[in-house]
C-alpha cells in the first residue's frame, strides 16, 4: 500500500470518526469515549514497554492526573480544560522525581514498585480529607462542557488521536532507537553511546504524563474522583491486556486490542450480564497462548508474507 | 604519549581479585594484544576500560584525561569502542539499525545522516542486505556488524574481544585483513584473543595476564618464548 493511499484512508476514518455525533446515538458515543481513554491508556503503558520496562502503575498515574484536576478546579478555579493539561504536567513530574529513584531497578522489581506507588498514592488522597474529601472523594458542580455529549466526544477524540501521534513519535524518532537497544541488551546500549538513565525517565516521565491527562480528562467527563474509583485496578489491567492481545512494541496493537475488547466486552456484558468477566479472561489468556505478537502481529505476518 | 593508560588498576569481585595492580598504556596507532588463560582478566580489563565496571582502585586516562569515573556511553563518545566476547546483536533491530545506534548514540547524529554513514561503514565491511534481520545473519556478519557498530562512532581505540572465536580460518583471514585496514587508517586496537595465529600476525606488542596481573609485555616473538609465559599457559612442571 503506498503511503498516499494510507494517508487518504487514515484522514477518511478521522473524517467518519470526527462526525460520529452526528449519525450515532448517545450510547455509542459514550462506548467509544471509553473505548477511546482505555486506547491511550494501553498505548502509553506500551511505549515504556518498548524499553523493556513493564509497569504496573498506570492506574496511580491516572488517579493522580484526576485528583490534579478536579482539585485544581475546585481549590484553583481554573479552567477546565486547563486542569486536563495540569494533570498531565503533575504526573509527569511525578513521573520524573519518582523515576530517579525507582528506574534504577528492573524488570519484576521495577513492575511491583509502580504497583506499589498506585497503591500508595491511594492511600495518601484518602488519608488528607481536607483537601481530598477522604473515602467519598470530591464531586465538581458540572462535568466539563456541562456535560455535553458531542463537545465530550470531541475532546476525547482528541486525546486518542494525540496519544497515536505520541506512540508513532516514540516509533520514528531517536527514542525508537535508544528504547528498543536498551529493551534488547542495556549491555550494548550503553556501550554504544546511549545514556540509559536518561532515556528511561524521559519515557517514564511522558508515559506517566499521558494517563495524568488521561486521569484528568476522565475526571473532569464524569465530574468525580474518589480513592476506589480513581486508582481502580481496572485502569491497569484492561489496557494491560489490551496492548497483549493486541500487540505489543507497536502502534497499532494497542488501538486495535482497545477496540475489540472493548467491544466484546459490551456484546458479553449483554448477553451474559454476570460472566462476562470470565469470558473476557479466557479471550485474554488464549491470546497470550496462542497469539504472542497478538492480533495485529498476526495480521502484518499473513500480510508480509503474501506481498 | 599514551593514548589510553592504567595505572595500577585494580578491580575486585567480593573477595575474587580479577585485576591487580594493572598499569599498561596503548600507543596511538599500534595493535596491542591482550592474552593470557582463560579467567586471566582481559575481559574484565575491557570491561572496566570502555566503563561497564568501575575499578576499584586504580585510575584511567584517555588522551591526557582522567576518565576513571565516567559511564561508559561518556566513555564511547569520547573514542572508546568494543565489541563483545559473545555476540550481542539487537534483534529487534534490521541489521543497519545495529549499525545506525552506534552513529546516533555516539556521534549524535540525525537518523538521515546516521543512515548514510552506517550504509558506508557496512560498505567498508563488506555487509550487504542491510535491511535484514539480526537472526538471519552469520556469526561472521554479526562479528562484523559489531565492529561497524563501534567504527561508525569514530573511535580512537577500538577493543576485540575474542572477536576471531567461532569463524573458519577463512573467515579468521578475512577479519585479520579488515583489521589491518582500520590500523593503516590511523585507529589503535586492543586485540583480545585466544587464536595464537590472529595474535602473531597482527600484533605489535602483546600484554600477557594471569591471575589479574600483567605477567608479560613486549613483542610477541619475545613475550611467547617467555618461561613464565609458557608455565603459565601449560602449568608448571611439578
Same mark, same amino acid.
Given at each position: 500500500?503506498?503511503?498516499?493511499?494510507?494517508?487518504?484512508?487514515? /484522514?477518511?476514518?478521522?473524517?467518519?470518526?470526527?462526525?460520529?455525533?452526528?449519525?450515532?446515538?448517545?450510547?455509542?458515543?459514550?462506548?467509544?469515549?471509553?473505548?477511546?481513554?482505555?486506547?491511550?491508556?494501553? #498505548?502509553?503503558?506500551?511505549?515504556?514497554?518498548?524499553?523493556?520496562?513493564?509497569?504496573?502503575?498506570?492506574?496511580?498515574?491516572?488517579?493522580?492526573?484526576?485528583?490534579?484536576?478536579?482539585?485544581?478546579?475546585?481549590?484553583?478555579?481554573?479552567?477546565?480544560? /486547563?486542569?486536563?493539561? #495540569?494533570?498531565?504536567?503533575?504526573?509527569?513530574?511525578?513521573?520524573?522525581?519518582?523515576?530517579?529513584?525507582?528506574?534504577?531497578?528492573?524488570? *519484576?522489581?521495577?513492575?511491583?514498585?509502580?504497583?506499589? #506507588?498506585?497503591?500508595?498514592?491511594?492511600?495518601?488522597?484518602?488519608?488528607?480529607?481536607? /483537601?481530598?474529601?477522604?473515602?467519598?472523594?470530591?464531586?465538581?458542580?458540572?462535568?466539563?462542557?456541562?456535560?455535553?455529549?458531542?463537545?465530550?466526544? !470531541? *475532546?476525547?477524540?482528541?486525546?486518542?488521536?494525540?496519544?497515536?501521534?505520541?506512540?508513532?513519535?516514540?516509533?520514528?524518532?531517536? *527514542?525508537?532507537?535508544?528504547?528498543?537497544?536498551?529493551?534488547?541488551?542495556?549491555?550494548?546500549?550503553?556501550?554504544?553511546?546511549?545514556?540509559?538513565?536518561?532515556?528511561?525517565?524521559?519515557?517514564?516521565?511522558?508515559?506517566?504524563?499521558?494517563?495524568?491527562?488521561?486521569?484528568?480528562?476522565?475526571?473532569?467527563?464524569?465530574?468525580?474522583?474518589?480513592?476506589?474509583?480513581?486508582?481502580?485496578?481496572?485502569?491497569? #489491567?484492561?489496557?494491560?491486556?489490551?496492548?497483549?492481545?493486541?500487540?505489543?512494541?507497536?502502534? !497499532?496493537?494497542?488501538?486495535?486490542?482497545?477496540?475489540?475488547?472493548?467491544?466484546?466486552?459490551?456484546?458479553?456484558?449483554?448477553?451474559?450480564?454476570?460472566?462476562?468477566?470470565?469470558?473476557?479472561?479466557?479471550?485474554?489468556?488464549?491470546?497470550?497462548?496462542? /497469539?504472542?505478537?497478538?492480533?495485529?502481529?498476526?495480521?502484518?505476518?499473513?500480510?508480509?508474507?503474501?506481498? | 604519549?599514551?593514548?589510553?593508560?592504567?595505572?595500577?588498576?585494580?578491580?575486585?569481585?567480593?573477595?575474587?581479585?580479577? &585485576?591487580?595492580?594493572?598499569?599498561?598504556?596503548?600507543?596511538?596507532?599500534?595493535?596491542?594484544?591482550?592474552?593470557?588463560?582463560?579467567?586471566?582478566?582481559?575481559?574484565?580489563?575491557?570491561?572496566?576500560?570502555?566503563?561497564?565496571?568501575?575499578?576499584?582502585?586504580?585510575?584511567?586516562?584517555?588522551?591526557?584525561?582522567?576518565?576513571?569515573?565516567?559511564?561508559?556511553?561518556?566513555?564511547?563518545?569520547?573514542?572508546?569502542?568494543?565489541?563483545?566476547?559473545?555476540?550481542?546483536?539487537?534483534?529487534?533491530?534490521?541489521?543497519?539499525?545495529?549499525?545506525?545506534?552506534?552513529?546516533?548514540?555516539?556521534?549524535?547524529?540525525?537518523?538521515?545522516?546516521?543512515?548514510?554513514?552506517?550504509?558506508?561503514?557496512?560498505?567498508?565491511?563488506?555487509?550487504?542486505?542491510? +535491511?535484514? +534481520?539480526?537472526?538471519?545473519?552469520?556469526?561472521?556478519?554479526?562479528?562484523?556488524?559489531?565492529?561497524?557498530?563501534?567504527?561508525?562512532?569514530?573511535?580512537?581505540?577500538?577493543?576485540?574481544?575474542?572477536?576471531?572465536?567461532?569463524?573458519?580460518?577463512?573467515?579468521?583471514?578475512?577479519?585479520?585483513?579488515?583489521?589491518?585496514?582500520?590500523?593503516?587508517?590511523?585507529?589503535?586496537?586492543?586485540?583480545?584473543?585466544?587464536?595464537?595465529?590472529?595474535?602473531?600476525?597482527?600484533?605489535?606488542?602483546?600484554?600477557? &595476564?594471569?591471575?589479574?596481573?600483567?605477567?608479560?609485555?613486549?613483542?610477541?616473538?619475545?613475550?611467547?618464548?617467555?618461561?613464565?609465559?609458557?608455565?603459565?599457559?601449560?602449568?608448571?612442571?611439578?
Amino acid at each position: 500500500m503506498n503511503k498516499a493511499v494510507k494517508s487518504l484512508i487514515l /484522514l477518511a476514518v478521522l473524517v467518519l470518526l470526527a462526525a460520529l455525533p452526528f449519525y450515532a446515538g448517545a450510547y455509542p458515543l459514550s462506548l467509544a469515549n471509553t473505548i477511546m481513554i482505555f486506547m491511550v491508556l494501553a #498505548l502509553s503503558w506500551d511505549m515504556l514497554l518498548r524499553s523493556g520496562q513493564l509497569s504496573f502503575g498506570i492506574a496511580g498515574f491516572f488517579g493522580v492526573g484526576g485528583y490534579a484536576a478536579v482539585l485544581s478546579q475546585v481549590f484553583g478555579g481554573i479552567n477546565p480544560l /486547563l486542569t486536563i493539561l #495540569l494533570a498531565a504536567l503533575t504526573a509527569g513530574l511525578m513521573a520524573l522525581i519518582l523515576g530517579l529513584v525507582v528506574l534504577q531497578l528492573r524488570g *519484576l522489581y521495577f513492575a511491583i514498585v509502580t504497583l506499589a #506507588l498506585a497503591e500508595i498514592f491511594r492511600v495518601i488522597v484518602t488519608n488528607i480529607p481536607d /483537601l481530598t474529601g477522604g473515602h467519598e472523594g470530591t464531586i465538581l458542580k458540572s462535568a466539563i462542557f456541562a456535560g455535553h455529549t458531542y463537545k465530550t466526544y !470531541w *475532546l476525547v477524540l482528541a486525546i486518542a488521536v494525540g496519544g497515536i501521534v505520541a506512540s508513532e513519535v516514540f516509533q520514528r524518532s531517536r *527514542l525508537y532507537f535508544a528504547l528498543t537497544s536498551i529493551r534488547n541488551d542495556e549491555l550494548v546500549a550503553k556501550s554504544s553511546g546511549i545514556n540509559v538513565f536518561k532515556y528511561l525517565v524521559i519515557a517514564f516521565s511522558i508515559t506517566a504524563a499521558i494517563q495524568g491527562l488521561v486521569g484528568g480528562a476522565y475526571a473532569q467527563i464524569y465530574g468525580f474522583v474518589s480513592p476506589e474509583g480513581s486508582f481502580s485496578v481496572n485502569f491497569t #489491567l484492561l489496557p494491560l491486556a489490551m496492548a497483549v492481545f493486541g500487540g505489543m512494541s507497536r502502534t !497499532w496493537g494497542p488501538v486495535v486490542g482497545a477496540v475489540l475488547l472493548g467491544l466484546a466486552s459490551e456484546i458479553l456484558k449483554l448477553y451474559i450480564p454476570y460472566g462476562h468477566l470470565i469470558v473476557y479472561g479466557v479471550i485474554i489468556v488464549a491470546a497470550i497462548l496462542f /497469539l504472542p505478537e497478538g492480533v495485529v502481529g498476526l495480521i502484518s505476518k499473513h500480510v508480509l508474507r503474501r506481498s | 604519549m599514551a593514548l589510553l593508560k592504567t595505572e595500577t588498576l585494580t578491580k575486585n569481585f567480593g573477595g575474587l581479585t580479577a &585485576l591487580s595492580e594493572v598499569t599498561i598504556e596503548f600507543r596511538p596507532g599500534e595493535i596491542l594484544g591482550i592474552i593470557g588463560p582463560n579467567g586471566a582478566g582481559k575481559s574484565t580489563l575491557v570491561n572496566v576500560l570502555a566503563g561497564v565496571f568501575y575499578p576499584t582502585a586504580g585510575r584511567i586516562w584517555f588522551e591526557g584525561r582522567d576518565i576513571t569515573n565516567q559511564p561508559p556511553h561518556q566513555r564511547f563518545r569520547l573514542g572508546i569502542g568494543r565489541t563483545f566476547q559473545l555476540m550481542r546483536p539487537l534483534h529487534h533491530l534490521s541489521l543497519i539499525e545495529n549499525i545506525m545506534v552506534g552513529a546516533l548514540f555516539g556521534r549524535g547524529l540525525t537518523q538521515k545522516n546516521a543512515r548514510r554513514e552506517a550504509s558506508l561503514m557496512a560498505a567498508f565491511m563488506g555487509l550487504t542486505g542491510l +535491511d535484514r +534481520d539480526m537472526t538471519k545473519l552469520t556469526a561472521l556478519e554479526i562479528k562484523k556488524m559489531e565492529v561497524a557498530r563501534a567504527l561508525v562512532a569514530r573511535p580512537k581505540v577500538l577493543f576485540l574481544d575474542e572477536v576471531m572465536a567461532g569463524l573458519n580460518a577463512d573467515e579468521i583471514t578475512e577479519m585479520i585483513g579488515l583489521v589491518r585496514k582500520l590500523q593503516s587508517q590511523g585507529l589503535t586496537i586492543g586485540v583480545i584473543e585466544h587464536v595464537m595465529r590472529v595474535i602473531k600476525e597482527l600484533t605489535d606488542r602483546v600484554v600477557v &595476564l594471569d591471575w589479574g596481573q600483567v605477567l608479560a609485555e613486549g613483542p610477541y616473538e619475545e613475550v611467547s618464548n617467555d618461561p613464565r609465559v609458557i608455565s603459565a599457559y601449560l602449568g608448571e612442571d611439578e
